[in-house]
């Protein structure tokens, strides 16, 4: 391809992005799972200018999302399909959340973020990503959405490429909706589960007689009794220092002979590097944290008191990164 030509299209990437959103938004990918339908059909039923619709759609359809067919209607493709919220590895989740306005205005700040190295977050909006949501529900019902969606398309590959039945208890520290834990629990029958999460975070969720609900913050501890402790993409959201605080509460649960699971992406090791390193300039920009390497996961590891064991791969962009407390 031309230079020129491809640097444009790298260039308005994020046109592409606010369509997609906006169709995830409105749930056309839903209304499609039936079959082709008619732009009035759909503008009916989304509320939506017709005419700007199409507009919309027609987009979408040169990037193989939607197809159009002779008689004027849309159907749904493969790739389309990803944007239904019940599909398996739907993606809705996270397109709903990287349009929302809040999420958008604090990447204009990336400059100031890559000159000063501050949260580019903070900045825009003038307090972290955790109060804004915090005090906005419906944004944290969004951000909620899209970290089911994430853990939904790692989740089966984390919980069949690493030996859980080894242990008795698992803790799923900021486990959310506990997508992965329940992946963890379907595979091993004989696995005990704990999901520990924000009080706001699990109150809609209910307990089984293999799984424990616990509402609380892992700065200030996490519950004892686990065999392992599982963190999945929590460690990433965080500059050193409250990671390593997140990962001494763990310690400090722990038994001597307790496991410590991160499952994060490497910067070292990545199967796709471009995903990874935008992965990381995200963080950078919206929770203030940041991608690593193996080598600096160790560091970390063994300032709360762990020695770093090794990293499995999962055949996705995620390792399974395991320590154990250190001796003495």
């Given at each position: 391809m031309d230079p020129v030509r491809q640097m444009r299209r790298m260039l308005n990437g994020y046109q592409v992005a606010q369509s997609l959103s906006v169709a995830t938004r409105l749930g056309i990918s839903d209304l499609l799972a039936d079959g082709p339908r008619t732009v009035e059909d759909l503008a009916r039923t989304t509320g939506t200018h017709a005419p700007t619709l199409l507009r919309l759609l027609r987009a979408l359809a040169t990037i193989g999302i939607y197809q159009r067919s002779g008689d004027g209607r849309f159907g749904l493709t493969e790739l389309g399909a990803t944007l239904r919220r019940d599909a398996p590895r739907s993606v809705a989740g996270w397109a709903e959340l990287i349009g929302r306005p809040y999420y958008v205005q604090a990447w204009t700040a990336l400059e100031g973020s890559v000159r000063t190295g501050e949260n580019a977050f903070q900045h825009v909006h003038g307090m972290s990503v955790w109060e804004y949501r915090a005090s906005r529900p419906e944004e944290q019902a969004t951000f909620d959405g899209a970290m089911r969606a994430v853990s939904?398309?790692?989740?089966?590959?984390?919980?069949?490429?690493?030996?859980?039945?080894?242990?008795?208890?698992?803790?799923?520290?900021?486990?959310?909706?506990?997508?992965?834990?329940?992946?963890?629990?379907?595979?091993?029958?004989?696995?005990?589960?704990?999901?520990?999460?924000?009080?706001?975070?699990?109150?809609?969720?209910?307990?089984?007689?293999?799984?424990?609900?616990?509402?609380?913050?892992?700065?200030?501890?996490?519950?004892?009794?686990?065999?392992?402790?599982?963190?999945?993409?929590?460690?990433?959201?965080?500059?050193?220092?409250?990671?390593?605080?997140?990962?001494?509460?763990?310690?400090?649960?722990?038994?001597?002979?307790?496991?410590?699971?991160?499952?994060?992406?490497?910067?070292?090791?990545?199967?796709?590097?471009?995903?990874?390193?935008?992965?990381?300039?995200?963080?950078?920009?919206?929770?203030?944290?940041?991608?690593?390497?193996?080598?600096?996961?160790?560091?970390l590891l063994s300032a709360a008191g762990f020695r770093l064991v090794g990293a499995v791969p999962t055949g996705t962009d995620v390792f399974v990164i395991e320590a154990a407390p250190a001796a003495g």
């Open positions: 939904g398309t790692v989740a089966e590959a984390v919980a069949g490429a690493y030996d859980f039945g080894r242990f008795g208890t698992v803790v799923d520290v900021g486990g959310g909706h506990g997508t992965l834990m329940a992946a963890i629990l379907a595979r091993h029958p004989e696995v005990r589960g704990v999901l520990f999460d924000q009080p706001h975070a699990v109150a809609d969720l209910v307990g089984t007689d293999r799984l424990r609900i616990v509402g609380g913050d892992f700065f200030a501890g996490v519950p004892e009794g686990g065999d392992a402790y599982l963190l999945k993409a929590v460690i990433h959201d965080w500059p050193d220092e409250e990671s390593v605080a997140i990962l001494r509460s763990c310690r400090r649960a722990m038994a001597p002979t307790g496991t410590l699971l991160l499952v994060e992406q490497l910067l070292d090791q990545a199967p796709d590097p471009a995903v990874t390193a935008f992965s990381d300039l995200n963080m950078l920009v919206s929770p203030g944290g940041r991608e690593r390497e193996l080598a600096e996961y160790g560091r």
